[in-house]
């Protein structure tokens, strides 16, 4: 079975310029998670997708981060503009069920250094 | 609200000693409680998870966990600590709708 895909795995960009990030969950999940991991941190939820709907976008910064996720499959993250405090580990995780007792499949990160 | 707590943020083991990795939740509900490791540059993988019944878990590479409600703990042991299990460990509680909050992870160093 293939894990969570994810790209590109690093990505270097100057402040105020624009990111996007890919995800592809593994096939039949239906929960989608993207968190941001500062070093140093442990992982933080920026927003939870259900099939294509979001469940929770509490903690996303919404004057700069956008997700989608059209179809309810692959799922992409944007940053615009980008800040400094923004130099993260994006991660995306998917899981097979809603329920709070399923655990959560993590892609490999994408690492962003903004300069 | 689900929370968790790691305590000690940096855990140095000598080669063949007990690991002891210490996680206590805060939850308004029964928990869900979850153990991951992460490897330099690599996503989560989990270790083990608490749901119901038994309340010693096993996990992966040798690692268990006890729920302990009364002392509202989840740490993490190992018997026997290898040069591979150098990573950061994470505790997660899973609250309503299945959202995951981590702790800020422990270091764990091998010392050979």
């Known amino acids: 079975e293939a894990g969570v895909a994810q790209s590109p795995r690093y990505k270097i960009i100057e402040k105020r310029q624009s990111v996007a990030f890919w995800c592809n969950p593994i096939?039949?999940?239906?929960?989608l998670y993207w968190y941001q991991q500062i070093l140093g941190q442990g992982p933080k939820l920026l927003i939870q997708?259900?099939?294509?709907?979001?469940?929770?976008d509490s903690q996303l910064p919404k004057d700069r981060f956008s997700a989608e996720r059209l179809k309810g499959v692959d799922s992409t993250l944007k940053i615009q503009p980008a800040k400094l405090e923004d130099s993260a580990v994006y991660l995306c995780?998917?899981?097979?069920?809603?329920?709070?007792?399923?655990?959560?499949?993590f892609g490999q990160g994408t690492r962003l250094t903004v300069v | 609200a689900q929370s968790v707590t790691q305590l000690g943020s940096h855990v140095s083991v000598s080669e063949g000693a007990l690991v002891l990795l210490r996680c206590n939740y805060s939850?308004?509900?029964?928990?869900?409680l979850f153990w991951y490791v992460q490897y330099p540059n690599q996503g989560l993988q989990l270790l083990l998870k608490?749901?119901?019944?038994?309340?010693l878990v096993k996990g992966i590479n040798g690692f268990e966990a006890e729920f302990k409600k009364s002392e509202t703990s989840f740490h993490l042991t190992k018997p026997s600590a290898h040069m591979s299990d150098a990573a950061e460990y994470f505790c997660?509680?899973?609250?309503?709708?299945?959202?995951?909050?981590f702790g800020t992870g422990t270091s764990l160093t091998v010392i050979p």
């Open positions: 939850s308004s509900v029964p928990p869900y």
């Open positions: 608490y749901t119901t019944g038994a309340t």
């Open positions: 997708f259900q099939n294509n709907g979001v469940v929770d």
């Open positions: 096939s039949g999940h239906a929960t």
């Open positions: 995780a998917s899981s097979s069920h809603p329920a709070s007792s399923t655990e959560a499949f």
């Open positions: 997660a509680v899973s609250g309503t709708g299945n959202q995951f909050y």
